[in-house]
């Protein structure tokens, strides 16, 4: 953090300040305990750090202050102004040094004043600066969307160190009454005050959240604007993004929470911990596969993760431990850089949506597109008027799912036996009662029932029974055309499975867009037992190698499908390959990448789909972020 004193203070730094106040806690615990082994008031030493703290983010305001005058930014980015924060800084300074010099400044404080003094001129410094923060926000007439509660941080600071100040004044003999010597006394009494302080302390940090935000972002909008790598561009927008959700009410804060969240689990504290959980449940594999320690391996996580913002687990996803795919870590895209901050830069609102399955399902249908059909829907206990007046469930075999939702997740495949129907797990239904099933789930989450289809006879070697997909990814290009950039081809490896989802424990291979030839198919690649197959696990039948039936009518098919869902520049098709051609079964308008990355062995910062998102997001930063025409 103090490194930011000399530059605008961003989300990295205020999430580093909080991790560092929160490690403050126990170091006071340990100083109080030092305190009552030794004569040294310990905790007086961790109370200068906290002044000390104060006083950086302080001069880090001011010196903000500075750089915003210095570009005529509005006043409303830091309404206190710098000479406001060099006071506040200095007043930081006397008391660390307060604080520092033990008993002879409290001697001199006694000779010159009583000794509650110096506290007093603290507590009511406090409530000006409070009523200075609680005025600008009254003026802004804003709310910043900040997860703090900033406000009563300080007014519960500025209340405990009250009470503390009218004890002392009150000149009650405390020690006597508790039944305490002179020096436990002043430990505890010292150990009350680092609690009023990390109230303020805190208080403080959502201050500084709130006023370098806006001028922060700014600065790194420009920044992802002017650089030319990707991957690099696209981790500069998603600091700005998650900027732009702390200065901006424009933004939930659901959004905000899981952006910053993202932050922290790639960095810092959250990093190492994901790092050490990870690396003891696939480190002892990785060690005998290529005789790598598991310090060795956590180092190197340690290192991706600080120099390019990289998840522990990308480590093994992206199988970081092969020297080959190391040198090109910086280029793979994350999560939290694509679904977090870059689709919802990129995405336009034009009233197009693809997370409801019925609405999605309805318009494919109204386009003259083939989907999945839907033959009912049920919801908060009731079924959609469409099918109010089915009098029953069709006699064919059927798929349940969640009509919002992704993974699998929910979904539920019944294979009708008439006059029964009947689960993965034997379970009997009859149609009367897979209904009622239905219209009870259904007050839980909104459900749709599709019938259940079938894959083209060329791959019912290698789906295991069950509907086998695509994953084709379409993007919009510097023209304003649409075309595929990348696929992988998802299969089950449990029979009967109800999904092929690649993060429900499927397998799937990178698809060559140019031909349909599928390469070797993989797992996620976290687990200790993760591998390649040239051939599927389960059935045996080849699959490097092998040419997807009629696959350039499913490319066809998604190139001429995105265009009426146009709000969203990426799209995640998932198509079947049915026994008359390709079928769309859903879309995705935040695709994940883990897959094509992972099954293509390659990153996509480099390549044509990141290039493209890249394009997409310095066109829109401006206007999503700012609200700016763009």
């Known amino acids: 953090m103090t490194t930011a004193v000399f530059g605008v203070l961003d989300p990295r730094d205020l999430m580093r300040s909080v991790i560092l106040w929160a490690l403050l806690i126990p170091l006071a615990l340990l100083a109080f305990l030092g305190g009552e082994l030794t004569e040294i008031d310990l905790v007086d030493m961790v109370n200068a750090v906290v002044y000390a703290f104060g006083g950086l983010l302080a001069v880090a305001l001011a010196r903000q202050s500075t ?47 009583p000794a509650w003094l110096g506290d007093l001129l603290c507590w009511l410094a406090a409530g000006i600066f409070i009523l200075m923060i609680a005025r600008s926000r009254l003026q802004q007439g804003r709310s910043t969307g900040v997860a703090a509660p900033t406000l009563g941080l300080l007014m519960a600071g500025f209340i405990l160190q009250g009470i503390f100040i009218s004890l002392d004044v009150g000149e009650i003999d405390f020690p006597r009454l508790l039944g305490t010597d002179p020096q436990t006394y002043e430990n505890i009494s010292d150990l009350a005050e680092f609690a009023f302080l990390q109230l303020y302390l805190l208080g403080f940090i959502g201050v500084a959240t709130e006023l370098s935000a806006h001028h922060a972002l700014r600065a790194q909008i420009a920044k992802a604007e002017s650089i030319e790598d990707p991957a690099a561009c696209l981790r500069a927008a998603q600091l700005a993004f998650i900027t732009a959700a702390f200065s901006s009410a424009r ?40 005789g790598k320690s598991l310090l060795r391996q956590f180092m190197t996580q340690m290192r991706l993760m600080l120099r390019h913002g990289l998840a522990p687990k990308t480590y093994y996803l992206f199988e970081f431990f092969d020297p080959a795919c190391e040198r090109v870590a910086s280029q793979y895209l994350q999560r939290n850089e694509t679904k977090a901050a870059a689709y919802k830069i990129m995405h336009r609102h034009t009233g197009h949506r693809l997370s409801e399955k019925l609405v999605f399902h309805d318009r494919c249908r109204d386009l003259g597109l083939p989907v999945a059909p839907v033959v009912f829907a049920a919801t908060n206990g009731v079924a959609h008027p469409e099918f109010a007046d089915m009098p029953a469930l069709p006699a064919t075999d059927l798929f349940i799912k969640p009509r919002k939702g992704s993974g699998g997740r929910g979904a539920e495949k019944w294979q009708f036996a008439g006059p029964h129907f009947i689960d993965r797990n034997g379970m009997r239904l009859t149609s009367d009662a897979l209904h009622q099933r239905i219209i009870d789930r259904s007050r839980d989450e909104a459900l749709i029932v599709q019938t259940t289809l079938v894959n083209h006879p060329g791959l019912s070697d290698i789906n295991c029974g069950t509907l086998a997909t695509i994953r084709i990814v379409t993007s919009r290009n510097e023209s304003g055309q649409y075309e595929v950039t990348n696929a992988a081809f998802r299969m089950p490896r449990v029979v009967g499975s109800a999904v092929d989802n690649f993060h429900a424990g ?74 008359d051609g390709p079928c769309i079964i859903e879309a995705n308008g935040a695709p994940d990448l883990d897959i094509i990355q992972r099954t293509a062995r390659q990153p996509l910062g480099s390549a044509r789909l990141g290039r493209l998102m890249a394009w997409h997001v310095k066109r829109d930063l401006r206007r999503s972020l700012l609200g700016e025409a763009g």
């Open 251 to 290: 933004f939930s804060r659901r959004r905000l929470v899981r952006a910053a969240a993202g932050l922290f689990a790639a960095g810092g504290l959250g990093g190492m911990v994901n790092g050490l959980k990870i690396t003891r449940k696939l480190g002892p594999s990785i060690k005998r596969r290529t």
């Open 506 to 579: 499927g397998i799937a291979a990178a698809v060559d867009i140019t031909n349909g030839r599928m390469g070797p198919a993989t797992d996620l690649g976290l687990s200790p037992k993760s591998g390649w197959f040239e051939t599927h696990p389960v059935t045996g039948a080849p699959i490097a190698g092998r040419q997807l039936p009629c696959w350039q009518d499913a490319r066809a098919l998604v190139e001429r499908a995105h265009p009426h869902f146009s709000d969203f520049a990426v799209i995640g098709w998932d198509v079947a390959i049915l026994p």
């Open 67 to 113: 750089l915003a005058a210095e570009a005529d930014a509005p006043a409303a980015t830091n309404p206190l102004g710098r000479f406001i924060w060099l006071v506040a800084a200095a007043f930081c300074a006397v008391f660390v040094l307060s604080e520092l010099g033990g008993d002879i400044i409290e001697h001199v404080e006694t000779q010159l004043s």
